[in-house]
């Protein structure tokens, strides 16, 4: 949380790009002054994915993503649903995770997760 407090601080240094996020995760990870906020379509897991009613593009490879940030020099910040599949992902890549409790569209009480590079959120 320190984290996304401190980037209302930096807003003259904060560069937002549109594009193919594989791609410009490629081109920035040798870079350790980049930071990465990640918000991918909430497809991996089971049961229901929120990702594939509300995106056109939902389809996501879960697995390249989590490998590419963690070949990446630079800090990121990855939100998803809580889910088994995804905690054994950021697992598997020595991932930090942190549960965010929330509220969706039906007021139903749930969790969802930040995923960091090993350090507190």
């Known amino acids: 949380m320190r984290r996304i407090r401190r ?3 930096l807003s003259g240094q904060v560069k937002f790009e549109c594009g193919d996020g594989f791609d410009l995760i490629e081109t920035y990870a040798d870079k350790n002054s980049t930071a990465f906020f990640i918000d991918p379509p909430y497809t991996a897991g089971n049961g229901k994915r929120a990702g594939t009613r509300l995106y056109a593009h939902n389809q996501l490879d879960h697995e390249k ?3 590419l940030m963690a070949h990446c020099a630079g ?7 809580d889910d088994p599949v995804v905690e054994s992902l950021a697992d598997r890549f020595g991932f ?11 007021h139903e ?3 969802e997760i930040v995923i960091s590079k090993g350090r507190s959120v």
């Open 109 to 111: 009480k749930k969790f």
């Open 96 to 106: 930090q995770v942190t549960r965010i409790p929330m509220k969706n569209t039906h």
């Open 65 to 67: 993503l989590f490998s």
């Open 7 to 9: 980037l209302g601080l």
């Open 75 to 81: 800090d990121f910040l990855m939100t998803y649903d």
